[in-house]
């Protein structure tokens, strides 16, 4: 069974084994030095105790619940799970890889290629699952590769593939943990909660402001959608990232897209550097020759990713059959250690191509921009337009 980034699935239902084998394995061309380990977390989501964090150094838990250790083959390393042996108070174990002397050696996770974390029948070695990530990372030096959860009684799997910064001195404090002297000379990172919210009719929520973002508008149907990112820069530059420009991530605006989708799928914006940002506005726009339909029937959506296990969805809600603009979801990056994503669901007007524009204040207005013509319409080969 092959996962997608935050897909989940039953384990004790679908696993026939006392013993759960998990194997995570990673390839590199430069000499990287990569550890993996789980943490035993309670209810609140922090460990209880050291005893609780295994890892090269405390190979095996205190019920012998779950041991680490190398691994056999192509895996690099496994952490054996023994469900009977898992105390009542422990509802997750977060299974995670970092960098060693990430900082000193200047060793990031972009580096590193054809990640996975799979578990593998204990009897015979047959896959059971398995979850490839990693290809959306650049300068993490952490990653929660995936989690193992309670749920009525029964046990779970949920793919996250989310990283962020700080080594493994990051990973302790986020799940409760003191560090010694030596590592707490590494920036300290905010607390987050791994979640992912969906973002009713014009509703906000504040997520952490994290080095990267990541933006997807994804769709069903087979008609053509752009991804647009307007975006006001710390210095008040206006500008936007679309199929046309598709950015730079090593000068500002540090915005990139991936592509143009052409069919149905997604198409994506990496924010490299939100420092550098005051606000951004993500819109989508449905070329004319595609035909004419609601964006809400292409079931058109925005995720937002922080990349410290966050996502935010702004789905489409209304139905709007002549628009080919919409605005979908507005970023506030004024905040130093926070960020506001808001769902904004505006639509141009009927059968009007003038984008929408953002301004300095971070409002926004439909209808006021340029006209934007992906490819010739009927009207511009009658001469209705010009």
Request: charged share 25%.
């Amino acid at each position: 069974m092959l996962l997608k980034k935050g897909q989940k699935t039953d384990i004790t239902k679908n696993i026939n084994a006392e013993k759960w084998i998990v194997c995570l394995g990673w390839e590199s061309k430069e000499e990287i030095e990569i550890d993996s380990a789980a943490f035993l977390l309670d209810i609140s989501g922090n460990c209880q105790q050291d005893e609780d964090f295994i890892f090269y150094g405390n190979t095996m838990s205190i019920t012998q619940a779950v041991k680490h250790s190398t691994a056999p083959g192509k895996d690099k390393e496994q952490i054996e799970i023994i469900e009977k042996k898992i105390p009542p108070n422990i509802h997750r174990i977060a299974l995670t890889l970092t960098i060693h002397e990430a900082e000193k050696r200047d060793h990031r996770f972009g580096q590193i290629h054809d990640a996975y974390v799979r578990i593998v029948n204990s009897s015979d070695g047959t896959e059971l699952l398995r979850f490839e990530f990693g290809s959306d990372l650049e300068n993490e030096t952490a990653i929660v590769t995936a989690e193992l959860y309670r749920y009525n009684g029964e046990w779970k799997f949920n793919a996250i593939g989310s990283g962020f910064n700080g080594g493994l001195a990051a990973l302790c404090r986020n799940f409760g943990l003191d560090v010694s002297d030596e590592e707490e000379t590494l920036p300290p990172p905010l607390p987050v909660t791994l979640t992912k919210i969906e973002l009713t009719k014009k509703e906000s929520v504040q997520i952490r402001k994290s080095e990267k973002i990541t933006t997807h508008l994804e769709w069903t149907s087979k008609k053509d959608l752009d991804l647009y990112c307007f975006f006001v820069t710390r210095d008040g530059v206006e500008g936007k990232v679309y199929y046309k420009n598709k950015g730079t991530s090593t000068k500002s605006p540090f915005i990139t897209l991936d592509g143009d989708s052409k069919n149905a799928g997604r198409e994506t914006i990496h924010i490299h550097r939100p420092d550098q940002l005051r606000y951004v506005l993500f819109a989508a726009y449905s070329a004319l020759s595609n035909g004419i339909g609601s964006f809400k029937s292409m079931h058109a959506r925005a995720v937002v990713e922080n990349h410290v296990g966050q996502t935010v969805i702004a789905p489409l809600l209304e139905e709007n059959k002549y628009a080919y603009w919409v605005a979908i979801a507005h970023i506030d990056f004024t905040d130093q250690s926070e960020m506001k994503i808001s769902h904004v669901e505006k639509y141009s007007k009927n059968n009007s191509e003038k984008s929408p524009l953002l301004y300095k204040d971070g409002s926004f207005k439909m209808d006021v921009g340029p006209e934007e013509f992906k490819s010739p319409s009927i009207f511009n080969l009658f001469g209705a337009k010009k």
